[in-house]
């Protein structure tokens, strides 16, 4: 396939110098550098949480949703 790519400086540094290094064509080292960059993709880190044990005030009902929202909305004493 042929396209046209607009590099960054860096970047097209980097490649001038793989391909004085390698003795590789310029169309052979972005070949190459796309190939490693898009096969060697780092595993995701699973994610950790934190859990925290809570608990419920004495008498609060979770069966019934009237008397849920009414203890809510009762401001704690204390």
Do not use: H, I, W, Y
Request: with cysteine; glycine share 6%; proline share 5%.
């Amino acid at each position: 396939m042929r396209t046209t790519l607009t590099l960054d400086d860096d970047v097209a540094n980097l490649l001038e110098q793989f391909v004085q290094d390698s003795g590789v064509s310029f169309k052979e080292a972005v070949n190459q550098a796309l190939r490693r960059g898009l096969v060697a993709r780092p595993e995701p880190t699973p994610l950790a949480f934190r859990t925290k044990r809570m608990s419920l005030r004495k008498g609060v009902r979770l069966d019934c949703v009237a008397s849920l929202l009414e203890d809510l909305d009762t401001p704690r004493e204390g």
